[in-house]
């Protein structure tokens, strides 16, 4: 079932409009990348075209890193409007480094552990385990992903020495996986029920991720 057809599911959630309201997510398998939070009327269908007419802005100083314990560390978030789509919408780097996850490059998902077929743009060297391999990546150099479908680099956007794209606000040892918690700008809507959207374009694998919540805007 497409996750835009599932029933309503309240949440008792209401935002201000003009006010600013706290969002949080949290990355399991972390490709790098970038995020955005949009807004679609629940009246409306579900559609990309939908979200795309009201995404939100971010108030920048207040993003955080939110721990288990319910903990916040306040971070210099990094975001951009250069690029983005629709145009001059705000877009935020998720503020954590990738660490390694996923195989080098692989054209298929499904047989990463077995690498063979490169017609998806990997080179040799590059397929799932290739720098396990004394000699492949000596230098840690890496090709550009080739961003095709089903293709996942995400070994190869990590630097070879410390496994961090930046530095990070707290230790990166730690095994625990703080969320990322961000205030948004709710706009001046008419009242009623809608749907914050949430889009995560990958960095290192060539992939969306999207979730949704319903709210009421008062």
Known sequence: MKGSELPEMPTGTVWKAGGEAPVVWQVRFNHGGGYSYRLCPASEPLTEECFQALPLDFVEDKQALLFANGSKLPIAGVFTTTGTSPLNSTWARLPIPSGGLG????????????????????????????????????????????????????????????????????????????????????????????????????????????????????
């Open 103 to 218: 195989p080098r490059c692989s054209c298929n998902m499904d047989t990463h552990y077995h690498p063979a077929d490169f017609s998806c743009g990997c080179n040799m060297g590059e397929q799932a385990d290739g720098c396990h391999t004394p000699g492949n990546c000596s230098s840690g150099a890496c090709e550009p992903c080739p961003e095709t479908a089903g293709s996942d680099c995400s070994r190869c956007a990590n630097p070879p020495k410390d496994g961090q794209m930046f530095p990070t606000a707290y230790d990166h040892a730690l095994s625990e996986r703080p969320a990322v918690y961000d205030m948004v700008k709710v706009p001046m809507v008419p009242p009623g029920k809608y749907v914050v959207g949430f889009r995560y374009d990958c960095d290192a694998t060539a992939q969306v991720w999207s979730n949704c919540a319903d709210i009421t805007i008062a």
